[in-house]
């Protein structure tokens, strides 16, 4: 199983985004107090309990609880802030990004499985 980091630091968001020059990151961004988020926080989490391969870092922040971090990350990447929300970032920059109900355990296979591009 792959690891989740939650991120509650903007220290924490710069080490993670300065990691991407190695590997990539996907970062969720999460909502505790949405229904929709809470579905795509368990089609996430089902994913990435599932991910054998290493090939990419995972990261959660918690958009209420983490405010400052979840701002910080739509301002440096230059991505519009949704909830819920994945943000693939490599090399310090937004990749592709989505939000809601595309969150799922298929759409994340088709966009980072084994055979699939990441850039």
Known sequence: MAALQQLTSLEQWKEALDRTSN?????????????VSAGAHEEATH??????????????????????VSNEIAERLGVKHASPQ???????????????WRITYDFLSEKLGPSASHS
């Open 23 to 35: 590997k990539p990151l996907l970062v969720f961004k999460h909502s505790t107090s949405c229904s």
């Open 47 to 68: 994913y990435i309990q599932d991910d054998q391969t290493g090939d990419v870092d995972y990261a959660i922040v918690h958009v209420i609880e983490d405010r400052p």
């Open 86 to 100: 994945i943000i693939l970032v490599k090399d310090g920059e937004a990749v592709w990004d989505t939000s809601h």
